[in-house]
């Protein structure tokens, strides 16, 4: 389903680029050893270079050199084996060099792609490029009537730039774009992803256009930091530049920033108020090479990635492409389902997988991750399945105790006493049981009211408490009433 | 008390060994120096009791014999640009005037570790941009040397309260840093030796950072041979600098063992400049003569873009330094004026922190980088700067040295070429083209002109060739020119 915004004057298309900035999950800075640890002590991880001492001097950390590389093959894009450090010139005062060391004209990695599965089918989203470049410190304005507190401990933190093509075209399409490079960068192991504690966060580039003409002009919306927040973010944004065509006016390209109490984007600086960053080369840090060897080495070292992984899935659980889609989003759910495949009916654990449990962790906002739910527990369940112990029905009414509860299947099960009956020669006791209290029902069945089956069926099923293999009944019964 | 103002650090070595003198005799020898020749002010701090410390540790080291250091029990001075642990470091600016920084800079801790012992900070211009030490926030510096008219004669600069402190002998030897010529050209003004290694030769960290790719440590002496031990006891491959070097690093001494027989010296006709003196000019036809009585062979080479190196430098150094000096906002360290907001604390910091030629350079700086211009300034200048090196690449398949005098004029009056400020550039026009290719180079006094004033010549080298460059030198430091 295409995305379009409903004019006064007709149908809108949205244009969307992201520039993705994921911080490298390293245990030191791009240029210094210090620690980049989560929720230190203000200003106690901080080196010469992080406080933009005199005489401080940068030193590549090869470690995110080479996680920049590992994301770049993993976006299918080209490794530039010479790109160059530039300053970024600014003033702010969690900014301790007076400027950004980041990457400019030469970033580490060139064009890339990656591929999002939308309800229309696979699309293709461009990646322009990937730079390496510094974070910031952060401000604190909340702690100190009359001044601003300055913290250095993210200061000099490694991040990836990652910058789209502008290829999006609707808000969800975006929000998969996100996904996608997360759980790209999570299977690779470069960036947590871990929106909440910023080290991944989006500019979002929104315009708006007649389908088929030109580029309009784009307002660039700062530091968005969640999946939702990009979503709203675009929606507020695009609806108000039509609403500002429509009305004929002119959009101003400015940056904003969106505001998710209100839900709504904010004029930040315009473009006449916009820096001069003054680029140039950092003369502190010499050409970055790297060499084809080193390229190579990182490709052989690459894991498995989220594609990859699906058209395995796809091939080998025999699952439908969106199936695949879903659960290879996330490395630890494709670990998961993989546990509880194994040796299993591929088709009834995606659905036990993709649909109760998901909409089980949905009802109580948690990631998988984080329950502790185990695959055993869930490959317990299934064996009762499987076996024909307990009916599909059953374990899906017993599935939500069964997942709070701390006991194994096979307790679970006892404990509540549902395990189902498949004796032959216990069903058959209680159809002939249901047959004779039901003397008019029967007859009126033989003399072709077929529809009477059904009856039958359910008064087995209660007279066993809803124990009775339902397949077993099945079969005596229309033996019975042969 | 002995005279040790008129040994260089060679005899002084010596005279240690033999345990004729104690590190702490030479020590209290400068500090009383320096206290006599206070007027001259070459150093902005003093820093006389860890000198003495320093020096009961090298007598120690002495008596017993042994983890002798290069310069063991040598007192030196410490030009102020170099970070030292719990000392002041001012950089010559308000800016920093009560900044003590916690760590050492690599150049400075290797000399502590050879050995050398600090007598003090030197004075020098502000963030070491200027020629003739006049710009700093503690006073000009005095040059010692006075002409037969007795004015007041400027040090010269950067690096001029470590070229005064060394000529007036209040120290055996100082270290300078050169960006443009800011160890060779005051050494030249004082009758010294200035040597600039190869760029990468000397670690930049700790180093306060005025133009990145062009700043580089070296030391101020006497002599060639001390120059040669300074620069053993500075240099090492620093991790902490990916600029530094990781060539071999030789023993600079065997300059001595170094023939100029046959070696080929190049003479750039580009250097002998319109308003080249022509007392120098005498001078470096003479130093030709002194080569060609070596044996070696003068030839006449061409550097076709000499002309463009100053202008093409006076882009690339403020526009480096306008991002090198942007660190000094007033929030962290260093001054900071009492302010309303944001804004006003940056310009009211920054207006009374640094002096006017800073602030020149920095807008200079800032302008050559700007949206519309950096084209035209900026990348032109790296272009040029690049067929500058290429000029000295070509030149150096010809000949394996290049002599030049190191400045078109000797020291000048205080109080002048202080109204223009392009006259004061021209001071660095010879010395320059070495400083963007990154060349080692060295100036040698090759004896006074009329007036009593010293002429510095300059050799240049191919990269990493400081032996053949000190070998150069102490040819025309021996001939009493």
Not at chain 1, 78 to 96: A, G, T, V
Not at chain 1, 266 to 274: A, F, Q, V, W, Y
Not at chain 2, 53 to 69: C, F, R, V, Y
Request: glycine share 8%; aromatic share 8%; proline share 4%.
């Amino acid at each position: 389903m295409s995305f379009f915004i409903e004019g006064n004057t007709g149908k809108w298309e949205v244009v969307l680029g992201l520039e993705v900035h994921a911080q490298i999950k390293s245990n030191s800075k791009l240029f210094s050893t210090a620690s980049t640890e989560w929720g230190g002590d203000p200003n106690t991880q901080v080196e010469l270079v992080d406080c933009g001492m005199p005489g401080a001097l940068p030193v590549i950390n090869e470690f995110c050199v080479d996680q920049a590389i590992l994301t770049g093959l993993s976006i299918n894009a080209e490794i530039n084996e010479k790109s160059i450090f530039d300053r970024k010139n600014y003033f702010y005062p969690d900014l301790p060099q007076g400027y950004q060391i980041s990457q400019f004209e030469f970033p580490i990695v060139g064009n890339g792609f990656l591929m999002i599965q939308t309800e229309e089918g696979e699309k293709r989203i461009g990646i322009t490029r990937l730079h390496l470049e510094q974070d910031a410190g952060k401000s604190i304005h909340d702690q100190d009537i009359k001044n601003t507190l300055i913290d250095l401990n993210r200061s000099g933190c490694a991040l990836m730039e990652i910058v789209s093509e502008p290829d999006l075209r609707s808000p969800e399409e975006a929000a998969l774009y996100v996904k996608k490079l997360r759980s790209i960068l999570r299977c690779i192991g470069s960036c947590d992803g871990n929106m909440e504690k910023g080290n991944l966060r989006a500019d979002v580039n929104v315009s708006v256009r007649k389908p088929d003409s030109e580029m309009g002009t784009r307002c660039e919306i700062k530091n968005v930091n969640s999946i939702k927040f990009i979503q709203q973010a675009i929606e507020y944004e695009a609806k108000r530049q039509v609403e500002i065509i429509e009305s004929g006016k002119k959009i101003i390209q400015e940056t904003r920033l969106f505001d998710p109490n209100k839900c709504e984007t904010r004029s930040m600086r315009g473009k006449e108020e916009s820096h001069d960053y003054r680029y140039f080369p950092d003369p502190d840090l010499p050409p970055l090479m790297i060499s084809k060897e080193k390229i190579e080495e990182l490709k052989r070292s690459l894991p498995e990635l989220p594609d990859e992984k699906k058209t395995r899935f796809i091939s080998e659980y025999s699952l439908t492409n969106y199936d695949a889609e879903v659960l290879t989003d996330d490395q630890y759910v494709s670990d998961f389902f993989e546990e509880v495949a194994k040796n299993r009916d591929s088709k009834l654990v995606v659905s036990w997988i993709s649909v109760e449990l998901f909409s089980y962790l949905k009802k109580n906002s948690i990631e998988l991750s984080e329950s502790k739910i185990t695959p055993k527990k869930i490959a317990g369940l299934l064996d009762y399945i499987i076996s024909g112990k307990i009916s599909n029905r059953q374990a899906k009414e017993l599935f939500e105790p069964y997942l709070k509860s701390n006991l194994e299947a096979k307790d679970f099960i006892e404990e509540m006493g549902v395990e189902q009956v498949s004796d032959e020669g216990e069903i058959e006791g209680l159809i002939n049981r249901v047959l004779q209290e039901n003397p008019k029902m029967v007859e009126d069945y033989k003399n072709g009211k077929d529809k009477l089956f059904g009856f039958f069926v359910g008064q087995v099923m209660k007279e066993s408490k809803g124990k009775a293999n339902p397949q077993v009944v099945n079969k005596i019964l229309k033996d019975k009433l042969a | 008390m002995t005279d040790f103002s008129t040994i260089d650090i060679t005899e002084a070595k010596k005279l240690l060994s033999q345990k004729k003198i104690t590190a702490t005799e030479l020590t209290e020898f400068f500090i009383k120096q320096i206290e006599e020749k206070k007027g001259l002010n070459c150093f902005i701090t003093n820093t006389f009791d860890i000198a003495l410390k320093m020096a009961k540790e090298s007598d120690e080291k002495i008596q017993k014999g042994s983890d002798l250091g290069i310069l063991e029990g040598i007192p030196i001075g410490m030009k102020d640009l170099f970070c030292t642990d719990g000392v002041k470091t001012t950089a010559g600016s308000k800016m920093l005037e009560n900044f003590v920084p916690f760590y050492e800079s690599t150049v400075s801790l290797n000399l502590w570790k050879n050995g050398a012992i600090m007598l003090g900070k030197t004075n020098m211009d502000e963030f070491a941009m200027g020629s003739a030490n006049t710009t700093s926030f503690f006073g000009n510096v005095l040059n010692p040397i006075r002409s037969n008219d007795q004015k007041d004669l400027v040090p010269g600069g950067s690096s001029g309260g470590s070229a005064a402190a060394v000529a007036s002998g209040q120290c055996f030897a100082a270290t300078g840093s050169d960006t443009g010529g800011s160890i060779r050209q005051p050494a030249s003004f004082c009758g010294l030796v200035g040597l600039k290694p190869t760029y990468g030769r000397c670690s930049r960290f700790g180093m306060v950072a005025f133009a990145s790719s062009l700043d580089q440590a070296g030391p101020i002496t006497k002599t060639v041979s001390d120059a040669a031990l300074m620069l053993q006891s500075m240099c090492s491959y620093d991790e902490k600098d990916s600029t530094s070097s990781k060539k071999l690093i030789p023993n600079f001494s065997d300059y001595k063992k170094f023939d100029l027989k046959g070696k080929k010296i190049g003479l750039p006709n580009e250097y002998i400049i319109e308003g080249l003196n022509e007392e120098i000019k005498k001078k470096f036809d003479q130093c030709i003569n002194i080569f060609k009585d070596c044996g070696s062979e003068l030839i006449d080479i061409t550097l076709p873009h000499t002309n463009y190196a100053l202008p093409t430098y006076y882009i690339i150094a403020p526009a480096e330094a306008s991002a090198n000096l942007a660190r000094y906002d007033g929030v962290r360290y260093g001054l900071r004026e009492n302010s309303e907001n944001l804004d006003d604390l940056y310009q009211t910091t920054r207006a009374s922190g640094f002096g006017d030629e800073v602030k020149r350079r920095l807008i200079i700086g800032t302008y050559v980088l700007s949206a519309g211009y950096y084209d035209a300034y900026y990348l032109k200048a790296l272009k040029v700067r690049q067929l500058i090196s290429n000029d000295f690449k070509n030149a150096f398949e010809k000949c394996d040295l290049i002599l030049t005098p190191t400045t078109p004029n000797v020291a000048f009056p205080i109080g002048e070429k202080q109204n223009d400020p392009l006259e004061m550039y021209l001071n660095d026009v010879l010395t320059v083209p070495a400083s963007l290719a990154g060349l080692p180079a060295i100036s040698v006094s090759a004896g006074n002109n009329n007036n009593n004033l010293p002429i510095g010549m300059q050799i240049i080298g191919r990269p990493f060739e400081e032996i053949s460059v000190l070998a150069a030198g102490s040819v025309i430091e021996l001939s009493k020119v």
